[in-house]
T-cell receptor, first 113, second 108 residues
Framework: NAGVTQTPKFRILKIGQSMTLQCTQD?????MYWYRQDPGMGLKLIYY???????DKGEVPNGYNVSRSTTEDFPLRLELAAPSQTSVYFC????????????FGQGTRLTVV | GQQLNQSPQSMFIQEGEDVSMNCTSS?????WLWYKQEPGEGPVLLIA?????ELTSNGRLTAQFGITRKDSFLNISASIPSDVGIYFC????????FGTGTSLTVIP
């Protein structure tokens, strides 16, 4: 069972470059989330989506964009990478609002130099 | 947004010791969850609590849903080296809220 799959696992970007972090889930979950985790810190919500075509900002959305054209995919876009975006990024999904378990991908470790 | 604060922030304990950590919220939750994140991995669900006052066990782990519905507690008995990781509390809502995390180091 694939679950939530994130690519790439690691990436180094130069300041000002752009990239897309891919996230796909095969569980037909409606809700998907993007979190960032800075070293020694908890998870901060960047963006979330309650279904295809619907996205909303979380706690730290600045510098990021998302889209949700299908139920399966929820890519996260960094347009102008900055050192402050160095972090580990996690994608997660749940079947519906209030669901008791979020399923996580293995994370993407991003370094901006 | 809702704030979930965990304490302690980090713990260094000897193998075999018991561990206690807690999570407090600024708002009421109807469900409390505890996740564990091992190094280099995403968080994985350990225990789910659905009712105020509920006490639930999963092996050496025991979690309690506080009576006020604004807090929860996690205990680990007889810790072993593989208990190392970051433990997060979480509350599901329209967003999935995570606590600040408790980092656990077990010294053999």
């Amino acid at each position: 069972n694939a679950g939530v799959t994130q690519t790439p696992k690691f990436r180094i970007l130069k300041i000002g470059q752009s990239m897309t972090l891919q996230c796909t889930q095969d569980m037909n979950h409606n809700y998907m989330y993007w979190y960032r985790q800075d070293p020694g810190m908890g998870l901060k919500l960047i963006y979330y989506s309650v279904g295809a075509g619907i996205t909303d900002k979380g706690e730290v959305p600045n510098g990021y964009n998302v889209s949700r054209s299908t139920t399966e995919d929820f890519p996260l876009r960094l347009e102008l990478a900055a050192p402050s975006q160095t972090s580990v990024y996690f994608c997660a999904s749940t079947p519906q609002v209030g669901a008791t378990e979020a399923f996580f991908g293995q994370g993407t470790r991003l370094t901006v130099v | 947004g809702q704030q979930l604060n965990q304490s302690p922030q980090s713990m260094f304990i000897q193998e075999g010791e018991d561990v206690s950590m807690n999570c407090t919220s600024s708002s009421i939750f109807n469900t409390w969850l505890w996740y564990k994140q091992e190094p280099g991995e995403g968080p994985v669900l350990l225990i789910a609590l659905y009712k105020a006052g509920e006490l639930t066990s999963n092996g050496r782990l025991t979690a309690q849903f506080g009576i006020t519905r604004k807090d929860s507690f996690l205990n680990i008995s007889a810790s072993i080296p593989s208990d190392v990781g970051i433990y997060f509390c979480a509350g599901p809502g329209n967003q999935f809220y995570f606590g600040t995390g408790t980092s656990l180091t077990v010294i053999p």
